[in-house]
């Protein structure tokens, strides 16, 4: 049963060029998406997140978008950059009153920015 | 360095033996989450901790897998008789409490665990 699905284990880019991740949720009660970038042998570190009230966040060159009626969030990245290479997972929380903290994790997409 | 601490960042054991894998969190965390990775998968939830109580082990296997967070020292999870499957990246996350808005989870660099 996977609620969060990235259906593209792999992307690659010109540097300099957009990189869009795409990402799918199957739960409506979901209310608070977010974006991890993971390095080899390194823990994920948090980019970006969206509440499921908003469409839009943007930081830098990170936007996520999120269409709830699609179930579905994006991730832009642009210009990329080659330090833009690595595992990107897009992770999805139940809501609050849940009382649980656990996020669920998309299998992840492999982005290689090419110089 | 004030992110989320975990050791031993390597750890090998022998399929019986026990597993012990160390989390401190960032300071003024005060909730912890366990997250096992398999090869070529996503993170899957384990379980979520504040001091001294367990608020959610849905994702734990029901035995040989246990895990606290003392009111001091750091949070740790237990394999006990370890088998084979249990090979996997081990993360450890921590989250101020979630207050008024939804805070992101801050993860360590993983326990790597190998069995032989």
């Known amino acids: 049963d996977q609620q969060v699905k990235q259906n593209s284990p792999s992307l690659s880019v010109q540097e300099g060029r957009i990189s869009i991740l795409n990402c799918d949720y199957t739960?409506?009660?979901?209310?608070?998406f977010l974006w991890y970038k993971k390095y080899p042998a390194e823990g994920p570190t948090f980019l970006i997140s969206?509440?499921?009230?908003?469409d839009k966040n943007e930081d830098g060159r990170f936007t996520v978008f999120l269409n709830k009626s699609a179930k579905h969030l994006s991730l832009h990245i642009v210009p990329s950059q080659p330090g833009d290479s690595a595992v990107y997972f897009c992770?999805?929380?139940?809501?609050?009153?849940?009382?649980?903290?656990?996020?669920?994790f998309g299998q992840g997409t492999t982005l290689q920015v090419k110089p | 360095n004030a992110g989320v601490m975990q050791n031993p960042r390597h750890l090998v054991r022998r399929r019986g033996q026990e597993a012990r894998l160390r989390c401190s969190p960032m300071?003024?965390?005060?909730?912890v989450y366990w997250y096992r990775q398999l090869p070529e998968e996503g993170l899957k939830f384990m379980v979520y901790?504040?001091?001294?109580?367990?608020?959610?082990e849905s994702g734990m296997p029901k035995e040989r897998f246990s895990a606290e967070f003392p009111k001091e020292g750091p949070s740790i999870l237990r394999i006990q008789q370890v088998v084979r499957g249990d090979s996997a990246a081990y993360f450890c996350?921590?989250?101020?409490?979630?207050?008024?808005?939804?805070?992101?989870?801050?993860f360590g660099d993983g326990t790597r665990l190998s069995i032989l």
């Open positions: 300071k003024g965390h005060s909730h």
């Open positions: 969206i509440s499921s009230i908003k």
């Open positions: 901790l504040q001091k001294e109580n367990i608020i959610d």
């Open positions: 996350a921590s989250s101020p409490p979630r207050g008024r808005g939804n805070q992101p989870q801050h």
């Open positions: 992770a999805a929380s139940p809501p609050r009153s849940s009382n649980t903290g656990k996020l669920i």
């Open positions: 739960n409506s009660m979901f209310d608070y």
